[in-house]
């Protein structure tokens, strides 16, 4: 048979279609396929399957939850995760209902969402993404055995329907009997379940596999958790991992009785703003469209036809002072509470979103271009490094899940545009913007005296070297005539600038900038443009001069960075010999038509794709200790920071 590559897109279809059983019934899903396919896409990481097991707890009105690691020994003598249970003391299920759960949409809250179960995929989707069988042990009574359901994929038919086993008495697994009795634990009702054999772990080591779920669900769920005088919902639940309690970790650090929490007054984080936003989402009269908006009058109630649903949303803005959560300057020193602080905000920068007291996403981009703003979506700013220092959360309840766009795995949130419009109206986005000026005004001065450069009215090594190749090419940069008005313009403004500042003449501070130029004849500026393009070329008089942006991810993430490195002289200077000839070029080329074709090309489409793909790449370089996803289960234990 030939190889795919070789068939044409028909042949290719005749081939597949002959493994078919004979009589195929076609089937909505293929078992066999369909799931080898749903485990591959979803959870970014072992925590977040996790807590899909640990929401079905919590629903069930589980007071106890406990993660254990069943471990193996490699032929190197290290321990792997050999099976992860989840214990919980909820109500359990009766055998059917187990058997029904582990179905997708198999839940019991479609008509009434009120908490934070709803979709029915949790149990079967998050598990086979973390292991091919899972089990499924509970009971209601105390005088009930254990009754286990499965799931296990290698079972499943290449082809056609497939079906849930029937539930069956079992013994729990041996693991999981010595940890209720050497915690004195009965488990007169709740359930049990088990990743047997788990082959896709974000972590292989027991040790580290702990600590990555006692971070996550501290801040996950720091609203359910129990915390002695400072629980704010009405249901929690004590989890513990391997013994390890699960600590409450607030990521704006301003819930007393979480970890790392310190008063205000004692140099902790402050609440800069707290608001709760009435709202109403109904369908409009007019289109039949549903929309979300403010509600200002109990009487609009009134108004806006059957079925509106009535709700708040909740806006917490945080703000963390300067050296509250500092960044480790290397992993061999110490490890302070401020590095641990800054660990948790890495993961949270930005909006974090909270539903039924659960942290679903923290999202890090929010609407800015020109037709967001003219939609009336808000002028967000830009996160850049200061926005790890400042947080907004945002919390709903599930009857706002079409506002939010919640997906089935809990993991994501897609906001409809109304959603950035309540927030518009009520100057969510003005506070944040004022947030960031002052962190900016707080740090600025103190970080960027060690990072930019000051300007000695001296060439630097760059502009040095460009005009030194100017003398070797014996070709110097000569101001086109279209552009002498502005360069004349430039040069004047920045002598009365500069009059203004040391009090002489304008004509002598002209005098000496023009003197200087013919030293001169590129330069170096930083400025500060929000919004702007990562550089931009002007004419100062007869001075090419590139106007670097600061507020602009290609200073943040690349430029500052060789700042401070101790061995980023040569190649900074190299860097902004790079920015003179991209700038020179744009200047100085004859053709009009081609100088707008570099500005449009430096505006809108290099200064774009570096703002999207440097903070990406800020955010994945700064996210600590990767997965090891390529050790081998019997090799090497994987490192993560201490907690």
Not at 420 to 428: F, I, P, S, T
Request: hydrophobic fraction near 35%; glycine fraction near 8%; aromatic fraction near 8%.
């Amino acid at each position: 048979m030939q190889p795919d590559a070789l068939l044409s897109e028909v042949e290719r279809q005749q081939k597949y279609l002959a493994l078919l059983p004979e009589h195929y019934a076609f089937p909505l899903f293929n078992a066999r396929q369909a799931v080898e396919s749903q485990r591959r896409s979803g959870y970014k990481d072992t925590a977040a399957a996790a807590r899909e097991i640990v929401d079905n707890a919590i629903e069930a009105g589980a007071s106890n939850i406990d993660v254990i690691f069943d471990a193996g020994r490699g032929g190197s003598g290290r321990r792997y995760v050999s099976a992860v249970a989840f214990i919980d003391n909820g109500s359990g299920m009766v055998p059917e209902m187990a058997r029904y759960a582990l179905s997708w949409g198999g839940g019991s809250h479609f008509d009434d969402p009120s908490f934070i179960g709803r979709f029915g995929f949790g149990l079967p989707n998050a598990s086979i993404n973390q292991t091919r069988r899972v089990e499924v042990y509970t009971r209601t009574a105390a005088n009930e055995r254990f009754t286990m359901v499965y799931l296990d994929i290698n079972d499943l038919d290449p082809f056609g329907m497939q079906s849930v086993a029937e539930a069956r008495e079992a013994e729990l697994p041996g693991f999981v009997q010595r940890h209720l009795k050497k915690s004195d634990t009965s488990l007169d009702h709740g359930t049990v379940v088990v990743w047997c054999a788990p082959d896709r772990l974000t972590y292989r080591s027991p040790a580290h596999l702990k600590e990555h779920l006692l971070d996550d669900f501290g801040v996950t769920y720091r609203y359910l958790l129990h915390r002695d005088g400072h629980n704010v919902t009405d249901r929690f639940a004590a989890i513990c991992v391997e013994g390890v309690m699960v600590e409450a970790a607030d990521p704006l650090f301003l819930m007393p009785g979480t970890r790392l929490y310190l008063p205000p007054e004692e140099g902790g984080a402050n609440l800069v703003e707290d608001l709760t936003i009435p709202v109403k989402y109904a369908a409009d009269a007019g289109t039949g469209e549903f929309r979300l908006t403010r509600l200002t009058d109990q009487g609009e109630i009134d108004e806006i036809g059957d079925g509106p649903v009535i709700s708040t949303i909740q806006v917490r803005i945080g703000r963390l002072p300067v050296g509250f959560a500092v960044g480790r300057k290397s992993r061999s020193g110490p490890t302070t509470d401020a590095n641990r602080r800054f660990d948790i905000r890495k993961s949270h920068r930005g909006m974090s979103f909270v539903r039924a007291g659960r942290e679903l996403q923290t999202v890090d981009v929010f609407p800015r271009s020109v037709q967001d703003v003219a939609s009336g979506l808000g002028d967000w700013p830009l996160l850049q490094a200061y926005a790890y220092h400042w947080g907004v959360e945002v919390r709903f309840g599930p009857e706002l899940d079409d506002v939010f766009g919640i997906t089935n795995d809990k993991q994501g949130v897609r906001p409809i545009e109304d959603f950035w419009r309540v927030l518009a109206q009520e100057k969510v986005d003005d506070l944040v913007r004022r947030e960031q000026a002052w962190q900016t005004k707080s740090r600025e001065k103190k970080e960027n005296e060690a990072v930019t450069p000051e300007d000695a009215g001296v060439p630097t090594d760059a502009e040095h070297a460009a005009e030194a190749a100017d003398v070797a090419l014996g070709k110097r940069p000569k101001v086109p005539e279209r552009h002498l008005p502005a360069a004349r313009e430039a040069a004047q403004r920045e002598a009365e600038q500069r009059a203004g500042q040391s009090g002489a003449p304008v004509d002598e501070a002209r005098r000496a900038l023009d003197q200087e130029t013919k030293r001169r004849r590129n330069r170096l500026v930083f400025v500060d443009q929000e919004h702007g393009p990562f550089y931009e070329p002007s004419w100062n008089g007869a001075q090419i001069q590139v106007n670097v942006n600061r507020r602009h991810p290609f200073y943040e993430v690349f430029y500052a960075d060789l700042l401070k490195s101790a061995t980023g002289k040569r190649p900074r200077a190299a860097l902004d010999l790079l920015l003179i000839a991209l700038a020179r070029t744009e200047l100085t080329v004859e053709d009009p038509d081609m100088e707008l074709w570099f500005s449009a090309q430096r505006k809108h489409t290099w200064s774009p794709f570096l703002d999207t793909a440097l903070r990406d790449l800020a955010r994945r370089m700064s996210s600590g200790e990767e997965p090891d996803d390529a050790v081998d289960v019997l090799g090497g234990e994987d490192e993560r920071p201490s907690r």
